[in-house]
């Protein structure tokens, strides 16, 4: 299995900044993905960071404002930009192992906007 | 596209009592499902998966899960409720067709409340 772990755990941002989340994972993943869990919501795929190319992002989210870097197998960054208050989320980070079929997961950023 | 359904956004069993969380699946193609557990302020945990094989699959802390194509549920059962199992339950699926490079599809949770 994969441990993987995210920096910051937290963080309380003002409105129009934005916020760099760090993503590590201590053995090799085919693939690495981010997540966004709003408020007593579910996990919603945000995109799916891909080594040395640009990120595939899923419907409603762009990369101008969720720019994401996979430099290696193992980092990955995802940066929230010009920030709003609904942008109050927890940001997962996931890996998928070399047995593919098991996908695991950081402990999240938990992400406040005033 | 893939949809996955579960019943119930908060379920209360008593301690020592049947749990059963329930979750249903929209696929074109049978899909690889995962059950995960996220205690307060945690990540996800992995409690169980059905890929192939045999469809009752058993998972970690007594929980167990069966695939029925036929009803397209993945339901996850656990004899006798403990205290710790109090938690958000969550019911994903993976499309096999994507050879594993596509993210998982959540379901919306359910929260288990397990009552002394």
């Known amino acids: 299995s994969a441990v993987i772990s995210q920096k910051p755990s937290r963080d309380i941002c003002q409105r129009g900044t934005s916020l760099t989340i760090q993503c590590q994972v201590d053995?090799?993943?085919?693939?690495m993905f981010w997540y966004r869990q709003q408020p007593g919501q579910s996990l919603t795929l945000i995109a799916t960071a891909n080594q040395g190319s640009e990120a595939t992002y899923e419907s409603g989210f762009v990369i101008d404002k969720f720019p994401i870097s996979r430099p290696n197998l193992t980092f990955s960054t995802l940066t929230v930009s010009n920030m709003s208050p609904e942008d109050s989320s927890i940001y997962l980070c996931?890996?998928?192992?070399?047995?593919?079929?098991?996908?695991?997961f950081g402990p999240g950023t938990r992400l406040t906007v005033t | 596209a893939q949809s996955v359904t579960q019943l119930g956004s908060h379920v209360s069993v008593s301690e020592g009592a049947l749990v059963l969380l329930r979750c249903n699946y929209s696929s074109s193609v049978p899909p690889y499902l995962f059950w995960y557990v996220q205690y307060p302020n945690q990540g996800l945990q992995l409690l169980l998966k059905y890929t192939t094989g045999a469809t009752l699959v058993k998972g970690i802390n007594g929980f167990e899960a069966e695939f029925k194509k036929s009803e397209t549920s993945f339901h996850l059962t656990k004899p006798s409720a403990h205290m710790s199992d109090a938690a958000e339950y969550f019911c994903a699926v993976s499309d096999p067709l994507e050879g594993g490079a596509d993210g998982l599809t959540f379901g919306k949770g359910t929260h288990l409340i397990i009552q002394p």
């Open positions: 996931s890996g998928r192992g070399i047995n593919w079929n098991e996908q695991y």
């Open positions: 053995s090799q993943v085919t693939m």
